[in-house]
């Protein structure tokens, strides 16, 4: 019998449900050719229904989207929204209730893309980093004091526990023995590199070195740097064939990754997972809702796409995640740019094609 997998698709606002059409209409081909079923289930989730009925995300469609494999997510933002409504109330909520402790984050430039650092192609943009998810700045622990004097005081805390930090690096570790460059058969060795600011920010890097090595030790396959954030910063640039697998907290993730997100192309190409290896995971392009290009069939769907084959490969069909990637390596040097209304086929054509490639 085939396999069934139930994915709950939200494809959001703006060019979101643009993007997630063209990345279910691939993911179909996929499960057409390998032999599995998807039943996908769409929840109406964002800035628009904001705007209609008041409500983010409900304890209830919460609840129901804790029985699916999977999360497939387009965009979501509004323009007329106060910032901070929507991330906290729909898209950071269902990372932290679903414990999404992993924001996994490829770094790949596809053949023929185009690429704003010097003499580096597809050979030396091919790396991954692994953001923590949960935790850090982003636990929202803080306030303001004495508001509106000159003494006004403002505090956002920056915490970890060692749980948090294990369990990320365990996965990382795990990662970089799985998917390393020894492992893909391109280099000598797998290697992690811990990103962090261990100069100023003491006490936690005492904490992240400390179980860094501690947990290194069980994976003597796996080598061991790290690097400051900073300096990491210059070095995706100046030479990110440096890089293997790079795992970092989660404010430094947020800011590297759409640095590294411009060294592949774009947010038209850079894709992630937010993943609970136990739980409830979630995909989604890295990029926004693109609200100027919302209705335009102008809008790129790799991202959406890439997306998508990073869902099949988490769900355990590593052969199909396989094939949407070759098909998105054979599509990439025919389109002219990765920028939306420059890449000399239309959203929906992009799908076709690369439907139809998998297809076979
Ligand atoms: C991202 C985004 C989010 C983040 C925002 C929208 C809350 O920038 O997915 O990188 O900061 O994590
Ligand atoms: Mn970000």
């Not at 053949?111 to 030396?124: A, N, R, T």
């Not at 003491?202 to 080598?223: C, H, Q, S």
């Not at 790129?300 to 070759?326: D, R, S």
């Amino acid at each position: 019998m085939s396999k069934t997998y139930k994915i709950a698709v939200i494809p959001g606002d703006g060019t979101g449900p643009e993007v997630i059409g063209e990345g279910c209409k691939v993911l179909d081909a996929a499960a057409k050719r390998f032999g599995f079923k998807l039943e996908t289930v769409s929840y109406d989730l964002g800035g628009t229904r904001y705007l209609r009925t008041g409500e983010t995300l409900t304890d209830a469609t919460l609840d129901e989207l804790r029985g699916f494999d999977a999360i497939y997510l387009g965009a979501i933002g509004h323009t007329d929204i106060k910032p901070g409504i929507l991330e906290k109330g729909v898209l950071l909520k269902l990372r932290f209730e679903l414990d999404q402790y992993i924001n996994l984050r490829p770094v790949k430039l596809y053949p023929g893309v185009e690429c704003p650092l010097k003499g580096k192609g597809p050979k030396e943009i091919d790396y991954c980093v692994i953001r923590e998810n949960s935790g850090g700045l982003y636990t929202g622990i803080g306030g303001l004091s004495r508001q509106g004097t000159r003494d006004e005081v403002a505090v956002q805390q920056m915490m970890y526990t060692y749980d948090q930090v294990a369990r990320c690096l365990r996965y990382a570790f795990d990662y970089a023995r799985k998917y390393g460059r020894k492992a893909r058969g391109i280099g000598e060795h797998n290697t992690l590199a811990l990103v962090g600011k261990s100069n100023v920010l003491t006490y936690m890097y005492e904490l992240w070195n400390r179980v860094f090595a501690e947990i290194g030790a069980e994976y003597p396959d796996v080598k061991r740097e790290y690097y400051h954030v900073d300096a990491t910063c210059l070095y995706m640039v100046a030479c990110p064939e440096m890089f293997d697998v790079v795992v970092t907290e989660n404010m430094f993730g947020d800011i590297i990754t759409d640095l590294a997100a411009i060294t592949q192309g774009g947010l038209g190409v850079a894709a992630g997972g937010n993943i609970n290896p136990q739980g409830v995971s979630m995909f989604e392009p890295i990029g926004g809702t693109a609200p100027m290009w919302t209705g335009k069939n102008a809008i790129n769907p790799i991202a959406a796409i890439g997306a998508g084959a990073m869902m099949l490969t988490a769900l355990g069909e590593e052969a199909a995640g396989l094939a949407i990637e070759a098909a998105i390596a054979q599509t990439t040097p025919a389109m002219k740019s990765q920028m939306a209304n420059q890449m000399g086929f239309t959203t929906t054509q992009l799908g076709d094609r690369i439907a139809s490639l998998v297809a076979g």
